[in-house]
């Protein structure tokens, strides 16, 4: 009944637009820009599904053409399909069982109904990823000003994509850009990195780029980035070394790592470290040497007193890894990869999401004045070579 019901409102929401441009049925009217000519076969969107109706035609009256009827190209649109299309498969629901996600419409309805096949529903999904990545990579970054940005290189379906993720001022999280490669390496990276910069982003200001300790990430920002404060991921510091460790030693170890990490201030984290350091030297010294490598750049956000609430975001890259996560769910149904692009579609991310409350920063600007004045007193301005292309 509610679906017939809505058939109806929506005849009468056409009939009501062909009565404004032609006039009631029956009666003459000389001021009218239209006529009307019947009606042909047509089809509107209900449910998540195409239902076929009768479609107005309304001819100019000056015979320039057929005109639109605005009720139904509203309900004929393909947009909300797509989109729905979209938010189904990115919560889980594959195209082959679409159809089960769908809202009742009754039998009769059902068995006319089309746009519901596996195939159908796959075009609209892969028309609105397009769309989405699309609008990602053509972004306007010039009036983003951030604090924080990570990048994180992950093999999806054989094909290795590294991704860019910033944190503003306020604390909101905005997917930047993604590439595809065969390794992460130094190019790929830059290529990643001066595609923000051509899109507007300031590179000339201070930024803290939070990476889980690959050299070609650290190169990359450096070759890009005028003033970058480059701190290492701690917990992949923490899976390093305790990887090196016998099962026996790894929960004592890593406690003391964690309790150096969370201290009040950067010397007495690095006091506590380099004492574990010299008591490993002893014992494992291939954990010591793990240890030790990037030691300051682990404690780069004690260093910059970042509070600690806000601190919990910036001291390691799980930021960006929960974005690769739910990108590895929504492809979780994912049966043939096609290509590189396929891969590259199901990694764009869902737009800006906002870091929890209780864990951005208090007072954006000191976090601000801070990488300020440690890129004054550590970093020496790099020359930047505006002729730099990704190869």
């Known amino acids: 009944m509610a679906v017939a019901t809505g058939l109806q409102v929506m005849g009468q929401l056409m009939e009501a637009d062909l009565v404004a441009a032609a006039g009631p049925k029956g009666r003459q009217n000389p001021e009218r820009t239209a006529v009307r000519h019947g009606a042909g076969p047509g089809s509107v969107r209900l449910g998540g599904r195409r239902v076929p109706v009768e479609r107005p035609r309304v001819p100019a009256a000056d015979g320039s053409g057929e005109l639109p009827v605005p009720a139904y190209e509203l309900f004929s649109s393909t947009e909300l399909l797509g989109r729905l299309a979209m938010e189904k498969m990115l919560a889980g629901l594959s195209a082959r069982r679409y159809r089960l996600g769908l809202e009742p419409v009754g039998e ?52 290795l994509c590294v991704v860019a993720l910033g944190i503003d001022a306020d604390g909101v999280k905005h997917p930047l850009n993604v590439v595809e490669g065969s390794t992460e390496n130094t190019t790929l990276v830059r290529e990643l990195l001066v595609g923000l910069r051509d899109r507007g982003l300031d590179t000339t200001r201070p930024i803290l780029a939070v990476l889980d300790g690959a050299k070609a990430l650290a190169a990359g920002v450096r070759e890009v980035f005028d003033r970058p404060v480059i701190a290492r991921c ?107 692009q396929m891969a590259v579609r199901r990694r764009h991310g869902r737009g800006p999401r906002p870091v929890p409350p209780r864990q951005r920063p208090s007072a954006p600007g000191e976090t601000r004045a801070e990488l300020e004045r440690v890129t004054a007193e550590t970093v020496t301005p790099a020359r930047h070579n505006e002729e730099v292309k990704a190869a």
């Not at 309805?109 to 397009?130: I, L, P």
Request: glycine letters at 8%; proline letters at 3%; aromatic letters at 2%.
């Open 108 to 159: 009769q309805v059902e068995q006319r109904a089309r746009s519901t096949s596996k195939s159908a529903v796959s075009r609209r999904f892969v028309e609105r990823t397009e769309t989405a990545l699309g609008e990602l990579l053509a972004a306007d970054l010039s009036g983003l000003e951030l604090v924080a940005l990570m990048i994180d290189g992950v093999l999806f379906a054989g094909h």
């Open 234 to 340: 701690q917990l992949h510091k923490i899976r390093n070394v305790t990887d090196k460790l016998p099962e026996k030693m790894r929960p004592t170890v890593e406690s003391r790592i964690r309790q150096a990490y969370g201290a009040g201030s950067e010397l007495e984290a690095k006091a506590q470290l380099e004492t574990l350091i010299r008591e490993l030297d002893k014992t494992r010294p291939g954990a010591a040497g793990s240890l030790r490598e990037g030691l300051d750049e682990t404690l780069t956000v004690l260093r910059l007193g970042v509070p600690p609430t806000l601190a919990r975001t910036l001291r390691s890259t799980n930021a960006i890894e929960s974005m690769i996560g739910i990108c590895r769910n929504h492809a979780r149904n994912v049966k043939r990869w096609r290509d590189g």
